[in-house]
């Protein structure tokens, strides 16, 4: 089945700098790749995805990259500010006809020092 | 709309009691899941359902079983728990979008802890 692996799995910040959290992933039939931000002690909220016919996607202060060839994706976040600290998951659509189901990251802690 | 609902929101067994976690959705959404959440290791696919009547195994399901007699509400089972079980369950649900792709919409969590 679909594996996805994920780095770093804590990440430190300045306010104001950029972070990156960088994802891989095994099956190359997967086609969807979501991004979903859980503070402390809340559900996951989906933040912004990709769908592998498209190479990059942004929403103001986030952006997703996709490299099909080496199958990996990454979260990039500029300008960081303290709400952004969080635990960051990345996941992958196992397969066409997977029902929906989500293969996810182990997660990235991030944190933003002001 | 309430969107995914759980209860309860925190429960604490003792080993080889049983429990019953309730997962209700307002959104008419045909598929649910539940998960297990532990530090350091993501979200782990415990049970799936893709329908009213159906159910199939996820990544972890030993230990677990689930029932989906009504569309909206997403059953999980504990019949004999461990400590190995003690976790934050979240329940998800999400339907096929326009596009083809399915947002998950996951519930608060419960906080379970097995003593």
């Known amino acids: 089945g679909e594996n996805v692996e994920q780095h770093p799995s804590t990440l430190s910040v300045q306010e104001g700098d950029s972070a990156v959290i960088k994802c891989t992933y095994s099956d190359s039939a997967s086609n969807y790749f979501p991004w979903y931000k859980q503070e402390l002690g809340k559900r996951p909220q989906l933040i912004i995805d990709?769908?592998?016919?498209?190479g990059e996607k942004k929403d103001q202060r986030i952006a997703v990259t996709l490299n099909k060839t080496a199958k990996h994706f990454s979260l990039h976040i500029t300008e960081t500010q303290p709400e952004d600290s969080a635990v960051y998951f990345c996941?992958?659509?196992?397969?066409?006809?997977?029902?929906?189901?989500?293969?996810f990251g182990a997660g990235t802690q991030v944190v933003v020092t002001p | 709309n309430a969107g995914v609902t759980q209860t309860p929101k925190f429960r604490v067994l003792k080993t080889g009691q049983s429990m019953t976690l309730l997962c209700a959705q307002d959104?008419?959404?045909?598929?649910m899941y539940w998960y297990r959440q532990d530090p350091g290791m993501g979200l782990r696919l415990i049970h799936y359902?893709?329908?009213?009547?159906?159910?199939a195994k996820g990544e972890v399901p030993d230990g677990y079983n689930v029932s989906r007699l009504k569309k909206q509400n997403f059953l999980l089972g504990l019949e004999s728990a461990a400590p190995s079980q003690t976790s934050v369950y979240f329940c998800a649900s999400s339907a096929e979008g326009t596009s083809g792709f399915y947002e998950q919409y996951f519930g608060p969590g419960t906080r379970l802890t097995v003593t």
């Open positions: 990709i769908r592998s016919n498209v």
């Open positions: 959104m008419n959404h045909e598929y």
């Open positions: 996941a992958a659509r196992t397969h066409p006809d997977s029902w929906g189901k989500l293969q």
């Open positions: 359902s893709v329908g009213e009547g159906t159910t």
